[in-house]
């Protein structure tokens, strides 16, 4: 299962964390992601953290603005998003892959519910 929060309406250069919680995945096999999507287009690969290795993926239209991170308990992820600009909106899902590749890939075998991130003055 997994479990995303923190979404909502942010000015350019604001911030947000996203958050989310997941069970139930051998984690070790796996790789977490953050994943976005607009209307009319696919969904993309955000950002990637690889449970095996700790290796991260930045998408490059947020390299250097985002940063993906595993609590202590390795039972949430967030997405801390800094220097938002207008087109970071988007709904922002979270979901497993198998593996770190298929991550970066934009695929996921399991998803979280979305969460609408806006970034608008």
């Known amino acids: 299962q997994l479990q995303a929060s923190g979404g909502g309406v942010v000015p350019p250069g604001g911030s947000l964390r996203l958050s989310c919680a997941f069970s139930?995945?051998?984690?070790?096999?796996?790789?977490i992601g953050w994943f976005r999507q607009v209307p009319e287009k696919e969904r993309e690969s955000v950002s990637c953290?690889?449970?095996?290795?700790?290796?991260?993926y930045y998408a490059e239209s947020v390299e250097g603005r985002f940063t993906i991170s595993l609590n202590d308990a390795k039972d949430t992820v967030h997405l801390q998003m800094n220097s938002l600009e207008p087109e970071d909106t988007a709904v922002y899902y979270c979901?497993?892959?198998?593996?770190?590749?298929?991550?970066?890939?934009?695929?996921?075998?399991?998803w979280g519910q979305g969460t609408l991130v806006t970034v608008s003055s």
């Open positions: 979901g497993i892959s198998l593996g770190f590749y298929n991550c970066r890939l934009g695929k996921a075998g399991s």
């Open positions: 953290f690889s449970f095996s290795s700790g290796d991260t």
């Open positions: 139930g995945f051998n984690s070790y096999y796996y790789a």
